[in-house]
């Protein structure tokens, strides 16, 4: 057993010191579902283990292409271990192609391309509901000096181009997705939570099917059906 105490718990993981390895933490992904700032939820067995087996491929593929991420290595069916890292306060999100929030917040047309890709901030705080700030806010409201600011939209926008092209590979549009970044130790900002269908929205190229969480947002569709989907697919590509 590689855990200590429980650190934290969010809605789709807990956070546990790795026993006998300080500056080390172990991801327990759970099966519940979320949607709508916690208002929707259920419960998936096997969500977890998708989930874990997902980010479990992808992190060694950003690795190989030379982006830092908190991930060492996958411990078991719903546990990866990983780098403690201090979690900046700000949800990345990316968009190739208009859909969800910002499409009701702006009046965009549904599936318009973004070229370049447009970088949002949300402040991820629960309570006041993971707001969209601006770039002054984010200095103020989370501990990164300006420089660090741009060095993670760049890392969020070659995220974006290594992303889509294993994507791609897999017949698989990404529309957008959230990253969260942390601070190690040595104060180096790297890559870290999860890259899941629970975090990116992923179309199927051909058809347009959702292969994410947009499924269970909206009751459209089978969870676990279309995340097995994506692993399947990512799994005979590696
Ligand atoms: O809802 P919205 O269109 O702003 O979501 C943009 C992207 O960020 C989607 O891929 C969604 O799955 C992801 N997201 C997330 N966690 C949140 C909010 C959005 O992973 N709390």
Not at 126 to 136: F, H, R, T, Y
Request: glycine share 6%; net charge negative.
């Amino acid at each position: 057993m590689m855990k200590a105490d429980l650190l934290y718990e969010g809605k789709a993981k807990r956070v546990y010191q790795a026993k006998d390895k300080p500056g080390q933490l172990v991801l327990a992904y759970k099966n519940d579902a979320t949607a709508f700032n916690g208002e929707k939820k259920a419960s998936f067995t096997g969500k977890g283990q998708l989930n874990n087996d997902i980010s479990s491929l992808i992190f060694p593929i950003l690795h190989d292409k030379n982006i830092q991420t908190h991930f060492i290595e996958r411990l078991s069916e719903t546990e990866q271990l990983v780098h403690q890292t201090e979690i900046i306060p700000l949800e990345v999100v990316v968009r190739n192609l208009a859909t969800g929030s910002i499409t009701k917040r702006l009046g965009i047309e549904e599936r318009t391309v973004f070229n370049p890709p447009i970088i949002e901030l949300f402040y991820k705080d629960d309570a006041l509901g993971d707001p969209l700030i601006n770039d002054e806010h984010a200095l103020f409201l989370s501990d990164v000096t300006s420089s660090e600011l741009q060095e993670i939209k760049e890392k969020a926008l070659e995220i974006n181009e290594q992303l889509t092209a294993v994507f791609k590979e897999i017949d698989v549009e990404l529309v957008d997705f959230k990253l969260e970044f942390g601070r190690l130790a040595s104060g180096c900002i790297v890559l870290a939570d999860e890259i899941s269908p629970d975090t990116c929205r992923l179309w199927d190229s051909t058809t347009h099917e959702k292969l994410d969480k947009d499924v269970f947002r909206q009751g459209t569709g089978d969870l676990l059906e279309v995340y097995q989907e994506i692993y399947r697919r990512l799994e005979a590509k590696s």
